[in-house]
């Protein structure tokens, strides 16, 4: 029996897309390629994982190395031309969240994929902890009965600081949204795959913590959201509550609790202690408090919260991809997937703006 080649994956943007590096590493694939305008920044990240190119430009690497898979993990603005690109030479594409700046752009993006032929999917990693996809599979078993309501934060302190340095995750241009492009979108994702229905409308309330910051290397003031409140109604009529904030002193953790008519499960991550990627997950059934669910995570080595993140999170999506374009497997989460979260974005911003109930596209991409 033939084994099938190890395939080769560039890598474009090197931010939260170093992760990647060792994720599709311990996925079995071959990183042959990374890229960042910054020219240190490249060298140095293919140095540490054995990496034989570095570019500083996306098109001299694409067109040099022809990658059987591209992650593209720019800022969201630049996401549309590179997929683009990347769909045309031949290449699967992973994706980093949000899809895009724009519904339209979110749209492209599936529709270059879906038209290339080729396999697309997005950086929805953390429905790859234990405890999620465990609590994935109780929802789909019925554990909760019909959804009632549903609770969600995401909070981070990387911001919270007035002396925190800004970055182009500032810059609406660039990024789209701000901590519900960074944080908030991976709840609208982990709502949706658990439960299983969209959002039907959302209203919103956000905020900038140090508006009169300036945008790194500009005199721009920031006008991406910093903290932003959510509710929202599925098309059930489950009731939705989220918070996501980058402002949060002393925060670093996510919660998922999903209540109904048979019982209820509370999903939480935090990263202290170890094996922390594993998240933990309790279960009430009527009449009773709750209790936990055992959960069991592999050893993942080393302490390069970075690589732990990769190796923990990322890899499993990595070999999903990989699978998926040897046809043993669809690729979840798909560009569809993130197409329809970028709808709750859009949503969600014109709703604090407007400070009104606005519902949310049904427009399939």
Not at 56 to 85: K, N, Q, S
Not at 117 to 145: E, H, I, P, S
Not at 149 to 170: F, I, K, N
Not at 333 to 362: I, M, N
Request: hydrophobic share 45%; glycine share 10%; aromatic share 6%.
């Amino acid at each position: 029996m033939t084994t099938a080649p190890a395939p080769s994956v560039a890598v474009i943007g090197l931010g939260f897309g170093r992760a990647h590096v060792p994720a599709f590493q311990a996925a079995g694939a071959r990183v042959v390629a990374v890229c960042q305008r910054d020219e240190t920044a490249p060298r140095r990240v293919a140095a540490t994982y054995g990496v034989p190119q570095a570019y500083a430009r996306w098109e001299d690497m694409l067109a040099a190395e022809r990658p059987d898979i591209v992650v593209v993990a720019t800022p969201p603005h630049l996401h549309r031309a590179i997929v683009r690109a990347a769909a045309s030479a031949g290449a699967h594409v992973l994706c980093e969240k949000p899809l895009a700046t724009s519904r339209e752009d979110a749209d492209a993006i599936v529709a270059d994929v879906a038209s290339s032929r080729r396999v697309g999917m997005t950086g929805f990693n953390w429905r790859y902890t234990v405890a999620m996809q465990k609590m994935r599979a109780l929802m789909a078993d019925g554990a909760v009965g019909r959804i009632l309501h549903v609770r969600g934060h995401w909070l981070g302190a990387r911001w919270a600081d007035e002396a925190s340095p800004t970055t182009w995750r500032m810059d609406r241009e660039k990024a789209g949204h701000g901590a519900m492009g960074d944080m908030g979108v991976h709840l609208v994702d982990l709502v949706r795959w658990t439960c299983g229905e969209e959002f039907a409308r959302v209203a919103a309330q956000a905020g900038i913590a140090y508006p009169a910051k300036p945008v790194a290397g500009t005199t721009k003031p920031t006008d991406a959201e910093d903290f932003v409140s959510l509710v929202g109604e599925l098309t059930s009529g489950a009731q939705v509550s989220l918070v996501a904030s980058r402002a949060a002193h002393g925060r670093n953790d996510h919660v998922l609790e999903i209540s109904g008519t048979r019982g209820a499960l509370a999903y939480s991550l935090t990263r202290e202690g170890s094996r922390w990627y594993a998240g933990a997950l309790s279960i009430a059934t009527s009449g009773g408090g709750f209790t936990p669910v055992a959960v069991e995570a592999k050893p993942v080595e080393g302490t390069d919260p970075m690589d732990v993140i990769g190796r923990a999170t990322i890899a499993p999506l990595a070999a999903r991809l990989i699978a998926a374009m040897r046809g043993e497997g669809p690729a979840e989460p798909s560009l569809e997937d993130g197409f329809r979260a970028q709808l709750v974005l859009e949503a969600a911003r014109e709703a604090a703006a407007r400070r009104a109930w606005v519902e949310v596209a049904t427009t399939s991409a």
